[in-house]
């Protein structure tokens, strides 16, 4: 099993910049596929950006040019820059790990907001 602890929310003011980490317990993290979603109220999750246990990143259209992830095997950590954030990014931030044919574990989501 792998539990996902997310940290890194806040409120930001727009323009400004967060950076949200999700730490993974466990000795397998590198074998996982990471991802950052986000759900806004009423509505489902939806991707921000995923990094592959190899590498390979992909950024939903509106993350693309101002989030970027990374991944840090060492630590357990994937990481989520958030910069030049909008209010239309206020949202419920969730960690996502995946494998094929294993079970998809998520955090426990941290709260974005950005509002002057």
């Known amino acids: 099993q792998v539990q996902l602890l997310e940290s890194g929310g806040g409120l930001v003011q727009p323009g400004g910049s967060l950076r949200l980490s999700c730490a993974a317990s466990g000795n397998i993290f590198r074998l996982y596929a990471m991802g950052w979603y986000r759900q806004f109220p009423g509505k489902q999750r939806e991707l921000v950006a995923a990094?592959?246990?190899?590498?390979?990143?992909n950024y939903a259209d509106s993350a693309k040019g101002r989030f970027t992830i990374s991944r840090d095997n060492a630590k357990n950590t994937v990481y989520l820059q958030m910069n030049s954030l909008k209010p239309e990014d206020t949202a419920v931030y969730y960690c996502?790990?995946?494998?094929?044919?294993?079970?998809?574990?998520w955090g426990q989501g941290t709260q974005v907001t950005v509002s002057s």
């Open positions: 996502n790990a995946d494998r094929s044919k294993w079970p998809t574990y």
């Open positions: 990094i592959t246990s190899g590498g390979i990143i």
